[in-house]
């Protein structure tokens, strides 16, 4: 079922059905931007730019490109300098949200915690021991 929202854009009122988060209008405008785009890194000297080049040869913003490597539209195999944001540091990554630095870097939290609650464990275990009392001697 659809849901009526402004469009991020321009403001107007859409149709949100899940598929576009924009205007059909802002839509049209955005292809022909991708045209613009894809048109100037399919040049065997462009291939290799940067985000920035590519901002500046174009003339697009640079969240309309990270939208297009999101989705998968300008693949970072075929383009190698083009990825989005990490939503931690704001480094550049190719695949889910967190760049390699910081997915491992949460890793190694994560084996961190994990160890420190077993050792937690193991001493909560052991205090529980059997104790000798006199009597027992």
């Known amino acids: 079922m659809a849901e009526l929202r402004n469009c991020p854009s321009c ?3 859409f149709n949100y059905t ?3 988060d924009v205007c059909y209008n802002c ?3 955005e292809e022909e931007l991708y045209q613009i785009v894809y048109k100037f890194l399919r040049k065997r000297e462009n291939r290799a730019a940067t985000v920035e080049r590519i ?3 174009t003339g697009v913003q640079e969240e309309l490109l990270y939208k297009w490597v999101r989705k998968n539209r300008l693949q970072p195999a075929m383009f190698p ?3 989005y944001p990490c939503d931690n ?3 550049l990554t190719t695949k889910g949200k967190l760049c ?3 997915a491992d870097e949460l890793k190694s939290d994560l084996r961190t915690f994990e160890a420190a609650k077993e050792f937690r464990a193991n001493i909560a275990k052991s205090e529980r021991g059997t104790y000798l009392s006199e009597r027992n001697k």
């Open 55 to 57: 901002v500046e040869a």
């Open 11 to 13: 403001g107007e009122f």
């Open 81 to 83: 300098n083009l990825g």
């Open 27 to 29: 839509v049209q405008k």
């Open 89 to 91: 540091c704001g480094r």
């Open 18 to 20: 899940g598929v576009r």
């Open 100 to 102: 390699d630095q910081c």
